[in-house]
């Protein structure tokens, strides 16, 4: 795979006196993948995009595309010459137009049975055939954005760009739209960049996710790497809940609040550790004395799986467990780890946090 957009140390600043909100952003996108940058809100992701599009220019750093400068203190390619489709959050449909017309609006110049052609297809992959003829508001929000995504393709654009694009739909059209608009994506082999906030639709989306914070990446990786092996404090609670371990490592091996624990990689003296709710079990105390014993809090049942919070020597943890997992709040039990703690490189933190659960992600 090559790479087909490389954007390199991107600074941007709204007021010549006030802070950078992107500040030497570096990354790049390879041909046919699917990248998201996730964050919070007000890190900068739309700004990001803007900047990718061309709404905005660059104070430092550049854009290419393939071999094409768009973007750097000397040059600045207009919106309407990047070759990248846009899809946003509101859909921005043209009331007065049909779902056809809309989708071809992003067609003139070409002849009127190509623009046809090409509309027509657009509509039939993202499962609109039969729509053509009406208009925007007589289709349900789900419906009204794939035809905004059916415009963005239809140009066959080199890359497309994301921004919240499911957000306004609800929680399980807004799963089902996600999932079949990324099947068309890559059946495609469209480029895309995706921006939220939402960390399930950033990891189930995309190949690769860049973790936003103050306008800056905090970590790059595939769905698994970041959330499996979060490099910092900050991406470990952004991307879901997770136990903070105060610890001493050595070796492969750290004393941690929990016993002695395997971490995923070598360190010395003292760490702070991060093991997600589903990386530990309970067991009865007297099936496994090698686990310290806890007390059930708390127990919340949730269908397909179960939350416990558990104390142990004044800290409190959680576990998710499988639905049969037969504790209930008072019982005794054991706490017995499933996968290693990750190291956090998190110094500063180390000093601040007490081990257990936190249930806020700092921005
Ligand atoms: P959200 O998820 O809430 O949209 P975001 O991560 O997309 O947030 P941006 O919209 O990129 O964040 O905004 C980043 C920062 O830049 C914010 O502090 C915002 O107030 C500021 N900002 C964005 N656009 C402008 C502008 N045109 N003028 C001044 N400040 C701006």
């Known amino acids: ?90 859909y921005a449909l043209f009331p007065h137009l049909s779902v056809l017309d809309n989708v071809r609006f992003g067609l003139r110049g070409l002849s009127r049975k190509e623009q046809h052609e090409r509309a027509a297809r657009a509509l039939r992959l993202v499962g609109l055939q039969g729509f053509e003829g009406r208009a925007p508001q007589a289709l349900s929000g789900g419906q009204q954005q794939r035809v905004a995504i059916a415009r963005s393709l239809a140009p066959s654009p080199r890359l497309i760009l994301l921004d919240e694009p499911f957000s306004n739909l609800d929680a399980l059209l807004r799963q089902n739209t996600r999932s079949e608009i990324r099947q068309v994506l890559k059946q495609e082999g469209i480029t895309t960049v995706l921006v939220t906030h939402d960390q399930e639709e950033a990891l189930s989306f995309a190949d690769r996710v860049a973790v936003m914070r103050h306008g800056q990446i905090e970590q790059v990786g595939t769905p698994e790497e970041v959330y499996y092996q979060p490099r910092t404090l900050f991406v470990a609670q952004f991307l879901g809940r997770t136990n903070l371990l ?25 760490v702070l550790l991060s093991l997600r709710p589903e990386h530990v079990t309970l067991a009865h105390p007297d099936d496994n004395l090698t686990h310290p014993s806890a007390r059930v809090v708390a127990r919340e049942f ?62």
């Open 1 to 90: 795979m090559s790479t087909l957009l490389n954007v390199h140390n991107l600074t941007k600043r709204f007021s010549a006196e006030g802070p950078a909100v992107i500040s030497q952003l570096s990354f790049s996108v390879q041909d046919g993948e699917i990248f998201a940058l996730l964050g919070p809100s007000g890190c900068g992701k739309t700004t990001s995009l803007r900047l990718m599009a061309g709404f905005e220019r660059v104070d430092e750093g550049e854009i290419h595309l393939g071999d094409r400068l768009l973007s750097s203190t000397q040059a600045h390619v207009p919106p309407e010459q990047r070759g990248m489709g846009l899809v946003f959050q509101d």
């Open 246 to 270: 105060f610890s001493h490592a050595s070796g492969l091996v750290a004393d941690t609040p929990l016993g002695q624990l395997s971490i995923n990689r070598e360190a010395s003296g003292p």
């Open 302 to 363: 949730k269908g397909h799986d179960i939350t416990f919070r558990v104390e142990m020597n004044g800290a409190e943890y959680l576990v998710h467990t499988h639905n049969r997992m037969d504790f209930a709040p008072g019982d005794r039990v054991a706490l017995k780890p499933l996968e290693s703690a990750v190291v956090l490189e998190s110094q500063q933190e180390m000093q601040e946090i007490p081990s257990g659960i936190t249930d806020e992600a700092g921005t």
